[in-house]
């Protein structure tokens, strides 16, 4: 039961940092083009309307006038707020899967018993302190919640805005528990190979590949 939670747990997390990430994306590219299409359409009609082209003109101006009618003055503020939700859950993310840089200079030249408490150690004082960053968070979202404040652009209660930083510090101290635990009992930490790329198969170098599809060695060719 545990461990179909945990796999629910990890892929609502997956989900919402994808669809964050997909959803700022395109959201940055729409204000984009939006933003480059109404200048550039209402200088190509001017530009038009001087060199007597009057039906380019009016194709141009009717462009300018429907980029003119997108609002997007919300799309800045709801990109950085997607972002902040992004880095939240990011970050409990990067706890599970161990892509988090460390310097563990110290923990690997510690072996035996001592190497297994100084990791606990570091567990545990990650876990104390984004519980300590998650209930500071949540007694401010309580706070937020009372004024009934609202976002400039948006127009939604900041409360909800905020609602990251005990969420995902929370979260993020699940994943220092959740990893402490199989630390305990299996002795292993959730690590990232940064030379593997999924789909892609490891090669030789291209400069030990003889001509002749050989590969070459210190010794010769073989």
């Given amino acids: 039961?545990?461990?179909?939670?945990?796999?629910?747990?990890?892929?609502?997390?997956?989900?919402?940092?994808a669809f964050l990430i997909a959803g700022a994306t395109l959201l940055i590219f729409i204000a984009v083009v939006h933003r480059y299409g109404t200048g550039m359409?209402?200088?190509g009609a001017k530009w038009?309307?001087?060199?007597?082209?009057?039906?380019?003109?009016?194709?141009?101006?009717?462009?300018?006038?429907?980029?003119s009618s997108w609002d997007l003055s919300w799309s800045q503020e709801l990109c950085i707020y997607m972002f902040v939700w992004m880095a939240k859950f990011g970050a409990a993310y990067g706890v599970r899967t161990g892509v988090h840089v460390g310097v563990d200079v110290v923990t690997n030249s510690i072996s035996g018993p001592s190497r297994y408490w100084v990791v606990i150690f570091g567990l545990l004082a990650g876990a104390l302190f984004t519980f300590?960053?998650?209930?500071?968070g949540a007694n401010f979202v309580s706070h937020m919640f009372a004024t009934s404040q609202t976002s400039n652009d948006l127009?939604?209660?900041m409360w909800i805005v905020y609602l990251a930083?005990?969420?995902?510090?929370?979260?993020?101290?699940?994943?220092?528990l959740q990893v402490m635990y199989t630390f305990s009992r299996t002795g292993e930490l959730p690590h990232t190979d940064e030379s593997h790329v999924d789909g892609l198969e490891e090669l030789a170098p291209a400069s030990d590949l003889h001509p002749h599809g050989t590969t070459a060695s210190a010794g010769g060719v073989r």
């Fill in 1 to 17: 039961m545990m461990s179909r939670l945990g796999r629910v747990l990890d892929h609502l997390e997956e989900w919402l940092i």
């Fill in 41 to 43: 359409s209402i200088n």
């Fill in 165 to 176: 930083i005990p969420l995902g510090s929370f979260l993020m101290c699940f994943r220092f």
């Fill in 132 to 136: 300590t960053i998650g209930a500071f």
């Fill in 155 to 157: 127009e939604v209660p």
């Fill in 48 to 67: 038009a309307t001087a060199h007597g082209m009057a039906g380019l003109a009016a194709f141009l101006t009717s462009v300018f006038k429907w980029f």
